[in-house]
């Protein structure tokens, strides 16, 4: 069985430029080591891959770490889901129903739409609003972290694919 987690493009920002405290990096380090051992499976929007190169308020990311984003999303334990039309209206009502940014709503919706209930990032304004409820589906925003701090358990990780 695989724990399945929802990362925005905070958690993978915190990898990339190694920026957190050193706990907050253990729990990205520790969800990465899960992955690499078949026992995490993370799940991302597309939009994740073009806003860790410029996330507003953070500085753009330096030309030389190109090859490095590329190779973070091409990791077999993770799946990028399309922002179709349907997640696109969702995260609409996310805005609206729970005063959320547009862009980090497209990340509540696509982690609600799939119906994973856990979803990591380092943006404050997420995480402290802890459970977010999405037309009925409730999700727990938080810092990474690699312990059963709220395992989330599916079987079949195959509907994530593509």
């Not at 059963?148 to 694919?161: G, L």
Request: proline share 2%; net charge negative; glycine share 4%.
């Amino acid at each position: 069985m695989i724990r399945v987690v929802y990362w925005d493009s905070d958690a993978f920002l915190a990898l990339i430029n190694e920026d957190k405290s050193a706990s907050e990096m253990q729990g990205c380090n520790d969800v990465w080591a899960a992955c690499e051992k078949g026992l995490v499976h993370i799940v991302t929007s597309t939009l994740t891959t073009a806003e860790v190169i410029h996330k507003k308020g953070t500085p753009k990311l330096d030309l030389s770490k190109r090859y490095l984003v590329s190779n973070f999303f091409r990791q077999d334990f993770i799946s990028q889901k399309t922002l179709t039309r349907e997640v696109a209206e969702l995260a609409r009502d996310v805005v609206w129903d729970s005063n959320i940014q547009p862009k980090d709503a497209v990340h509540v919706a696509t982690c609600a739409y799939y119906r994973i209930r856990e979803l990591h990032s380092f943006d404050s304004n997420l995480v402290k609003k802890g459970k977010i409820n999405v037309s009925g589906f409730e999700l727990i925003v938080q810092n990474p972290h690699g312990s059963a701090q709220s395992e989330f358990i599916v079987e079949d990780t195959k509907k994530f694919d593509g």
